[in-house]
């Protein structure tokens, strides 16, 4: 029997799996439940090839941590069997709590961060597996005394988004994406037991930047990505305040144990096995049978919103500098309801918002990329980097309604 299971990726051909813990917690239903949550949300509005799953990038962020591990082994840098198999073990589950189409309705469904939900996983999956999984609990908290292992899983340049940049290209076709992913592992070495980047990797590290800002406003941020996953935020809204309400719709049943009730982060650590197990049931297919009942639905608003996203047609988001004013969302509310009477009084509110998106490619205020440089000295990339690398927030406001507003 071989001693490794092989997978065949788009991305970098073939991946092995070793027949042990790793395989053991692919193989869980709570990891096989990746399979049905995508990447990149609604990005297949506009990208359709975008359709690859949070399972995909799992895989890839493992064969990428298996790369590192062996290149820093060859720098001469001691990592035990033991601290190798913590170190895969964290980067594969570390987005195994992200909920229904990734980070879209993370803030609708519950109030509840993914990173919260991905270690209360792996604290019940460690409990199931008689405590394997002590280890990489503690580098995923970044509680390990070597805080390399950490940053290799969350970092400014860890796994997590080595792949998903490299993968997020490759499935949308958006070449500006596409980094030297093998020239950065190849670059990497370890000092002082924290992660640093050899002086010859700085303008690979500089492209990866560059890419990580263009696919952010190109993909992640698209304007009409952004409409359909605010669109599917206000379908999530309405029916959620419906349900509490009393209304009744056909939705498999974790949806509408999530719909009826607001659950916090005390909820989880107190009902911890509990409200697991309704979340491990509940991915994208959820919520798009949802829709297609919603579509039905006598709620003329809920049936209109959920019609509108299923068939694309979607709102007008209009990206900006300046914040949105009060006055312009009131006077586009008031046309709503004039215009979309028939929906009832609640539907101004629903259908014409405002909000904000943030974007930083590079943070300097923390953690920041640390560059060995060939007499021996480490210094932030902030101030080794050719061009200025700089910690600047770039802000977007939008304001989104129906196209028929702008008759």
Known sequence: MRDVKIINDPVYGFVSV?????????????????????????????????????????????????????????????????????LCAAILLHDIGHGPYSHTLEGTLLQVPHETLSLLFMEALNEQMDGQLDLAICIF???????????????????????????????????????GYDRIIKMLAVHDEELVVEEKGIYSIEKFLIARRLMYWQVYLHKTVLSAEQ????????????????VQFPVSPSLDFFLRQPLSQN?????????????????????????????????RLLAFLARRLLDRRLFRLRLQNEPVT????????????????????????????????????????????????????VMPLSDVADYGIASRIVTRHYLAYPKELDG
């Open 231 to 246: 669109m599917l935020v206000r379908v999530l809204e309405r029916a959620r305040d419906l349900r509490r309400r009393g």
């Open 18 to 86: 070793p027949y042990n813990l790793l395989f053991e917690l692919i193989e869980h239903p709570w990891f096989q439940r990746l399979r049905r949550i995508k990447q990149v949300s609604m990005s297949d509005y506009v990208y359709p090839g975008a359709i690859h799953t949070r399972f995909h990038h799992a895989l890839g962020a493992l064969h990428l941590t298996q790369q590192a591990i062996a290149v820093l082994r060859n720098k001469g840098v001691l990592i035990s069997d033991e601290e190798a198999l913590a």
């Open 326 to 377: 009060a006055s312009e969302v009131e006077a586009y509310r008031r046309k709503a309801a004039q215009y979309f009477a028939e929906l009832g009084a609640e539907a101004p509110a629903y259908l014409v918002f405002s909000g904000t998106e943030s974007n930083s490619a590079y943070s300097t205020a923390r953690d920041e990329i640390r560059i060995k440089m060939k007499d021996g000295r």
């Open 141 to 179: 908290k970044g509680t390990y005394e070597r805080p390399f292992f950490h940053q290799l899983v969350s970092g400014q340049l860890d796994m997590d988004r080595m792949d998903y940049l490299n993968r997020d290209s490759f499935f949308t076709g958006v070449h500006e994406g596409v980094i």
């Open 267 to 299: 909820d989880f650590a107190e009902r911890r096995d509990e409200l697991l197990a309704h979340f491990a049931r509940l991915d994208d297919y959820d919520i798009m049978s949802a829709l297609k009942f919603f579509a039905e639905a006598e709620d």
